[in-house]
């Protein structure tokens, strides 16, 4: 398996980031810069982060994300209506917890077993943010 940072946005305002493998630093920067242009789009969005696949992020990719979570922290308060991760490995529940321990999210999030559930809850964050219409569509489309 080829290790990959998969972003679709087909789903707007919702966001499916897909971890595949153990990312290299360099790919890890361009999940940090995308991340940074949804952001600059300046619309509310729900985010779901796949990491069913993912392998433990290096020492030096978690440092930037704390870094990136500091730099982007009132955006993601105003725009990121709530982030579903998809985890089933110990390891990087263990990781997301230290993170967000040292860094609190700065929204809403959860962790879930599978993807209905990441975007059922995302979608309910849709409807209570009142955009109960791309919650609605995104459901149809997504259940087809």
């Known amino acids: 398996m080829a ?3 998969i972003f679709d946005d087909s789903l707007w305002p919702l966001l ?3 971890f595949e493998g153990q990312v290299s630093d360099e790919a890890f920067e361009k999940y940090l810069l995308q991340g940074s242009l949804y952001l ?6 729900v985010s779901v982060l796949d990491t069913v696949r993912l ?3 290096t020492v030096r990719q978690r440092q930037r994300q704390f870094e990136w979570l500091r ?5 993601m308060r105003e725009l990121l209506l709530g982030c579903a991760f998809i985890i089933t490995s ?6 997301m917890s230290t993170v967000f321990h040292v860094m609190p ?3 809403p999030y959860i962790a ?4 209905a559930r990441a975007v059922t809850w995302a979608t309910d964050r849709l409807r209570d943010a009142g955009h109960a219409e791309a919650a609605a569509s995104i459901l149809q489309r997504f259940h087809r």
């Open 55 to 57: 392998s433990l992020p």
């Open 90 to 95: 110990p390891l990087i529940r263990l990781t």
């Open 112 to 115: 879930v077993q599978d993807m």
């Open 105 to 107: 999210m700065p929204t």
């Open 16 to 18: 499916l980031s897909r």
């Open 40 to 45: 600059r789009r300046g619309e509310p969005y």
């Open 71 to 75: 730099q982007h922290e009132q955006p």
């Open 3 to 5: 290790a990959s940072i």
